[in-house]
């Protein structure tokens, strides 16, 4: 069935350090894959998209990476900052052009 | 306005009442999204729209809920005889007719069934 698992589902680290989200996916026709972010009472936001003819994608501290013949997909933060702080959704594009998410990943950055 | 609203913004009924949620898409944005979101759970894929069809009912949970977007723009949710368990969040999302580009989120309506 149509399924994006993501783990872990909390991850603490401590500011500066990377923090690293991993998602799979169910169908390997998807082919978008984006990453929001959602901060407490807020909505979720875009933060980096990546598409299934690249492997790889970078802004500035966020990175995605994709494995197609996996199904994995994984989301980089690099020098992490407590304002980095929230929950994190990945998502696969599925055939109808619906968006599947996953559970959520609980991001806490301690000073 | 230049993003997706969402109206109410709260909801407050009453089990076995009739409720409208209402999404204004971004203007020109052919693909229209209803997403239910739990306390810590992830956004929850309802309805999805192109134009004024819908592409993809597969995620409404019962013949309680409906969706219509007339004229391809505004879309309303609609919930019959709510239950407490429909207390949620319901994200509507919108983005351009191009596959695979970003769909951006309203506020959400928060829905609490009493």
């Known amino acids: 069935g149509e399924n994006v698992e993501q783990h872990p589902s909390t991850l603490s680290v401590q500011e500066g350090d990377s923090a690293v989200i991993k998602c799979t996916y169910s169908?390997?026709?998807?082919?978008?894959f984006p990453w929001y972010k959602q901060e407490l009472g807020k909505r979720p936001q875009l933060i980096i998209d990546?598409?299934?003819?690249?492997g790889e994608k970078k802004d500035q501290r966020i990175a995605v990476t994709l494995n197609k013949t996996a199904k994995h997909f994984s989301l980089h933060i690099t020098e992490t900052q407590p304002e980095d702080s929230a929950v994190y959704f990945c998502?696969?594009?599925?055939?109808?052009?619906?968006?599947?998410f996953g559970t959520g990943t609980r991001l806490q950055v301690f000073p | 306005g230049a993003g997706v609203s969402q109206t109410p913004s709260n909801k407050v009924t009453e089990k076995g009442k009739y409720v409208e949620l209402r999404c204004d898409p971004i203007?020109?944005?052919?693909?229209l999204y209803w997403y239910r979101q739990s306390l810590g759970q992830g956004p929850e894929f309802l309805i999805y729209?192109?134009?004024?069809?819908?592409?993809?009912d597969s995620g409404l949970p019962n013949d309680r809920f409906f969706a219509v977007r007339p004229e391809g723009s505004v879309s309303t949710l609609k919930i019959q005889r709510t239950e407490r368990g429909d207390s949620a969040v319901y994200l509507c999302?919108?983005?351009?007719?191009?596959?695979?580009?970003?769909?951006?989120f309203g506020q959400g309506t928060r829905l609490t069934v009493v």
């Open positions: 998502a696969a594009k599925y055939n109808t052009d619906k968006l599947i």
């Open positions: 990546i598409r299934s003819n690249v």
């Open positions: 729209f192109q134009g004024t069809g819908a592409a993809d």
């Open positions: 203007s020109g944005h052919t693909a």
């Open positions: 169908d390997s026709a998807s082919n978008y």
């Open positions: 999302a919108s983005s351009p007719y191009q596959m695979n580009t970003e769909a951006f």
